[in-house]
């Protein structure tokens, strides 16, 4: 049986509590199996330890028990086999944006010519659209710039595991769109594997292979896997009108809404994996007949958070 390119065994995180008071578990005895080349996606309200597991992943955090195994070895700290991007932007503001990509770049292949390394970093600014401001220092450029240039510098690196903490959400719907665009089409070309936080049920569909949804902290658990099991590749304007995109989201809004909160502090069912779910396998539900008018805007449908 070949093993997975990440697998995630028992993670808890737990914080200590002083004097009689109860620990805080944050989240209990999380599995998980993530395939080379996939892209996850990660929804859950706040508090529920999402970022908390990114961090573990990234090996900025250690979980109280359990571990992680990616490509054969534990995870122990960080490495430039895993690129991160945060939601705030992790820039060094004395250097400019280009300078920023470089830095990563050159961490990565040291050995590369100067020129090398700097047609690499450019071309990577250039896919999210900055290619006529990467000289400018973080200071002068807006915040969904100095994001764009973090992002820039994660894909530039070309990790094997690409974890990123909701990093569009600083960004306005336009510029959203071209960078998820930019991202598919990387990540199709790449195949590396991502990990992805977000609150925005949309863009998950959009982007990802499957959706692991989270019950409400704390205690909380990776209660379900949902298969997206719409075709590739995708587009927005188009990806509203397959008969499945409503019977997913309906089924990823109904769990968000309802039965986070249901299944919290419950355990997975004689299983330690989460529940795989797709809602396409089931008998069909007709599309709305007139979808609700956000949905067919720029501006994308966002779960309580």
């Known amino acids: 049986m070949t093993k997975p390119f990440l697998s995630i065994e028992g993670l808890t995180k737990r914080f200590s509590a002083k004097g009689k008071a109860e620990d805080l578990v ?10 080379q080349g996939e892209f996850v996606c990660i929804i859950g309200h706040s508090g529920c330890g999402k970022s908390t597991i990114l961090n573990i992943l990234a090996g900025l ?6 571990g992680v195994i990616m490509d054969g070895k534990e995870i122990a700290g960080p490495s430039l086999d895993r690129g991160v991007v945060f939601q705030n932007y992790s820039l060094l503001p004395w250097l400019s944006a280009l300078q920023n990509v470089i830095f990563g770049v050159k961490a990565r292949w040291p050995n590369w010519t100067k020129g090398k390394v700097e047609e ?12 006529a401001s990467m000289h400018r220092k973080p200071a002068q450029l807006s915040g969904g710039m100095r ?36 991202l598919i089409k990387i990540w199709s070309e790449s195949h590396q594997t991502v990990f992805m936080i977000t609150h925005d049920v949309d863009e998950a569909i959009l ?33 509203i009108e397959h008969p499945g995109y409503y019977k997913i989201r309906n089924h990823l809004v109904n769990f968000l ?5 249901e299944l919290a502090g419950t355990k997975n069912s004689d299983r330690q994996h989460p529940e795989n779910i797709d ?25 309580v958070s």
Do not use: C
């Open 120 to 131: 690499h970093s450019r071309k990577y600014l250039e896919m999210v659209g900055l290619g």
């Open 26 to 35: 944050v989240f209990d005895d999380v599995f998980l199996n993530i395939e």
């Open 61 to 66: 955090d250690e979980p109280t028990s359990g």
């Open 207 to 239: 982007l990802a292979d499957r959706i692991l949804l989270m019950t409400n902290g704390p205690n909380a658990r990776v209660a379900e896997s949902v298969k997206v099991s719409l075709p590739r590749p995708r587009e927005r304007a188009q990806i």
């Open 147 to 182: 994001q764009r240039v973090s992002i820039a510098r994660a894909f530039a690196t070309q990790p094997k595991l690409l974890l990123l903490d909701e990093p569009f959400g600083a960004l306005d719907a336009l510029t959203r769109g071209v960078i998820q665009d930019e």
């Open 257 to 261: 809404v309802k039965r986070s909160g």
């Open 279 to 303: 809602p396409l396998a089931e008998s069909p539900e007709p599309v709305p007949a007139d979808p609700p008018a956000r949905a067919k805007s720029d501006r994308p449908l966002r779960s």
